[in-house]
């Protein structure tokens, strides 16, 4: 039963890779080559700011009655957006001694599926 569920999983991971390597849902996110506009911020708090209003726009979006029914990805961005960067304000809020963290893969993250979800019309 064990092999039957790592069996499983492999096949998910490798059908899910394939699926954004083929590119079936825009192309994928460069975020080394690409630092994006938000991490430009020089103040934490109007990133946080930043990144909040986005988390609430992509929540806002992803709960429409024509996102979910939509035969377009916008479904998939605007979750996908939702999720990256509630991670994101998530490190924004902690704090490690005297400063927040600024986790900037996840910014990133949030950055690129926002965009995303905007191209699709979110």
Known sequence: ??????????VSVCCAGTAQSAGLFGPACRFVDDAGELLDYTDVAL??????????HALDVSL??????STS???TWA????????KALGYLKRRLWWRAVVEEETIQQCECFYSRMREYGG
């Open 73 to 75: 990805p916008l479904f």
């Open 79 to 86: 979750n996908e957006a939702k999720i990256s960067c509630a």
């Open 64 to 69: 429409q009655r024509s996102t979910i029914y």
């Open 47 to 56: 990133l946080r700011d930043e990144v909040a209003r986005r988390y609430e």
């Open 1 to 10: 039963m064990k092999v039957l569920r790592v069996l499983v999983l492999a």
